[in-house]
């Protein structure tokens, strides 16, 4: 969650789930674009550029990160001006870590 002078707040339990430095950075860059509903939209081109990765890298830090319980992605579409549906960027949900189990 962003604040006034741009900073986030990171949950400290995150350290609890063994991830790796890339999935950390991805995580914590998705956290960096979320509001108060803990949801954003990055692109994984905008997600690897941000954290100096892969596209490829991005996409198995996202799978990651979901296999963790730690995020939902949902796949997006929308209409364009020829009422075509075509892919968007997906939506990323953020958990809560106080409620998750890092055993699990």
Known sequence: MLNRAGYYRM????????LTPIQFT???YLISCTGQN????????T???ACGISRNAAIQ????LIQKRLIDKIPTTRRNVQG??????NEYRIHDLSELDPSA
């Not at 949950?11 to 063994?18: E, S, T, V, Y």
């Open 11 to 18: 949950p400290h339990r995150i350290f609890q789930h063994g």
């Open 26 to 28: 991805v995580y914590s």
């Open 47 to 49: 997600i690897a550029g």
């Open 84 to 89: 075509r549906t075509r892919t968007s960027n």
């Open 61 to 64: 830090a996202i799978d990651a």
């Open 38 to 45: 803990a949801v954003c939209w990055p692109s994984y081109k």
